[in-house]
């Protein structure tokens, strides 16, 4: 009971953690891009600039899930996939969309990216474009925290 409670507690705390992070990566976000405006780098910076942040905030987030206590003993696994897994990736729900629409207002409202169309208002192909590169990276992430906690056992 004691090692549930361990697991649940480590839990929040991760899910505390991905919470906390989004302002960061908004402001990450935001250099960066000031940063391609500064250098003439505006071609791609969409998509560029979104994979950039999202591979750092799943960096950070397994190097933190791994200094957390985990007993993955305890969690049932399901064709390879732990439940303890699926209760750590549940802080992502809705995560990239939240971002992604942070990003698109960013661009939208940017009078640096008005001369260049594709950039300044991404339309649906382009953004579905960047999330299926988004998709690889999370698919990466996933996997890893699931090996990270069969590990734990």
Same mark, same amino acid.
């Given at each position: 009971?004691?090692?549930?409670?361990? /697991?649940?507690? =480590?839990?929040?705390?991760?899910?505390?953690?991905? $919470?906390?992070?989004?302002?960061?990566?908004?402001?990450?976000?935001?250099?960066?891009?000031?940063?391609?405006? =500064?250098?003439? +780098?505006?071609?791609?910076? @969409?998509?560029?600039?979104?994979? #950039?942040?999202?591979?750092?905030?799943?960096?950070?987030?397994? $190097?933190?899930?791994?200094?957390?206590?985990?007993?993955? $003993?305890?969690?049932?696994? /399901?064709?390879?996939?732990?439940?303890?897994?699926?209760?750590?990736?549940?802080? @992502?729900?809705?995560?990239?969309?939240? @971002?992604?629409?942070?990003? #698109?207002?960013?661009?939208?409202?940017?009078?640096?990216? =008005? /001369?260049?169309?594709?950039?300044?208002?991404?339309?649906?192909?382009?953004?579905?474009?960047?999330?299926?590169?988004?998709?690889?990276?999370? +698919?990466? @992430?996933?996997?890893? #925290?699931?090996?990270?906690?069969?590990?734990?056992?």
């Amino acid at each position: 009971m004691m090692n549930e409670q361990i /697991n649940a507690d =480590s839990i929040a705390q991760f899910h505390d953690f991905i $919470a906390g992070q989004k302002p960061q990566l908004q402001n990450l976000y935001g250099q960066l891009l000031a940063q391609d405006l =500064s250098r003439q +780098q505006w071609d791609g910076c @969409f998509q560029r600039n979104v994979l #950039v942040v999202l591979e750092r905030a799943y960096d950070d987030a397994l $190097a933190y899930l791994k200094s957390l206590t985990l007993d993955g $003993a305890l969690s049932g696994v /399901n064709r390879g996939l732990s439940d303890l897994t699926k209760a750590l990736l549940t802080a @992502f729900d809705g995560f990239v969309d939240e @971002f992604l629409l942070f990003v #698109v207002d960013k661009h939208r409202t940017s009078c640096a990216l =008005s /001369n260049f169309p594709d950039e300044h208002k991404p339309d649906q192909a382009y953004v579905n474009e960047v999330r299926r590169s988004i998709a690889g990276l999370w +698919q990466d @992430f996933a996997l890893d #925290v699931n090996a990270y906690v069969l590990e734990c056992r």
